[in-house]
């Protein structure tokens, strides 16, 4: 957002930042604890109550944004941060609904012995979600398009998709490939909001969303 004056004014707006790091926090632990659920099979006891919380995160950001909006008179620059992090709250408690759903489906496989290619988006996810947080926290500066990294999701999720519909065609009718299914778009769809977390952090520094190539 540039150089900040030492405003009251400026201090709550910063204080927005805080906020969000606090909720990417919460979230970064809430799937933590779900992807560890699904890997070993074990239930996630208190999901519903860190799902409250992560909640009334977003609830307090949004609510402080619109506050500050309606109080103040803003600069264009402003405005920009102001959305910028009202939609990533936004997108933060999308991932961590999803990461509730991620916990309830490692339940249905309590063995806990998912394919690899499972496994492996979820380490991913994971990656990306550490990423993003770490350039939230101001500890990691953008070098990455996730958009990239989101596509090894989309395509692990297409590869379940297409054995599917192979098997329905061959009247081989795999339950197990069916749950994995649901597990790999659920992750596929956890991967398309940290990309938005991601853009619109990208888009509150710069103004735009995209990680500009080499040689572009």
Known sequence: MGTFRTSG?????????AMAVELAEALQ???SAAIEALEKGETVQDWEERDDIIDQMRDCIVKRSFDIMSLQQL???????I???QRMAQELERVADYACDLAELSELKPEGNWSVDILQMAKQLTNMTDYTVAIL??????????????DVLDKAYASFKAALVKGSQEKCNDGQLGLSLV???TIERMGDHIVNVAETLLYVQTGSRRVAR???
Do not use: C, P
């Not at 004014?9 to 930042?17: A, F, G, I, S």
């Open 75 to 81: 600069r264009s620059q402003d405005l920009r941060w």
């Open 29 to 31: 632990n809430h799937l």
């Open 83 to 85: 959305l910028g992090f």
């Open 137 to 150: 926290k101001g500890e990691q500066e953008i070098t990455l398009d996730l958009a990239d990294q989101d």
């Open 214 to 216: 080499a040689g572009s």
């Open 9 to 17: 004014y400026d201090k709550v707006l910063l204080n927005l930042r």
């Open 183 to 185: 597990v790999a778009r």
